[in-house]
């Protein structure tokens, strides 16, 4: 997946995820930032300071709508905060192999995807999390990756 960041750089995945635990999470209807949010919240509480694992949330958008991606992104620039730019990368173009690759049931789901230092997926998920998904999530990270610090 090609994409650009709200920061305004390029981001080519799972390539930028090489080196480190990456958790990604792509959606493909606006509707699902909920669904997201359910996720991101606990996992950048967890890991965000700690430096082991990289997060990426993964609009997917129609290639139709790239004459808009300007405003699009101008958007969520406005709605999401200035320290997760980099974490934002926007996707325009054909969606229907990663509709297949993704294994999306329904649009207003989002896709979660836990990838090992070399760019495999090792875990995924979709919809909303919940608690029992959040301990797996975290649990397969922790496999992966060393732990955040405690305070």
């Known amino acids: 997946v090609r994409g650009e960041s709200l920061a305004g750089q390029k981001v080519t995945l799972p390539d930028a ?3 480190r635990v990456t958790v990604i999470i792509a959606a493909f209807a606006r509707q699902a930032q909920g ?3 359910t996720w991101a919240r ?14 990426y949330e993964l609009p997917m958008i129609s290639g139709w709508y790239s004459w808009m991606s300007g405003f699009i992104d101008g958007g969520m620039r ?3 905060p200035k320290p997760l730019h980099d974490n934002v ?4 173009g054909a969606l229907d ?3 297949t690759a993704f294994d999306v049931q ?11 230092g070399e760019g495999v997926v090792r875990h995924a998920a979709r919809g909303p999390a919940d608690l029992a998904g959040l301990e797996s999530l975290f649990q397969v990270i922790d496999g992966l990756a ?3 610090p405690t305070p």
């Open 35 to 37: 669904r997201i949010d």
């Open 17 to 19: 995820a090489r080196g």
């Open 89 to 92: 990368v926007t996707y325009y």
């Open 97 to 99: 192999a990663y509709f």
């Open 42 to 55: 606990p996992l950048l509480d967890r890991y965000g300071d700690a430096g082991t694992v990289r997060y």
């Open 146 to 148: 060393p732990p955040p």
């Open 78 to 80: 406005r709605g999401v």
């Open 106 to 116: 329904d649009k207003s789901d989002c896709y979660l995807f836990v990838l090992d």
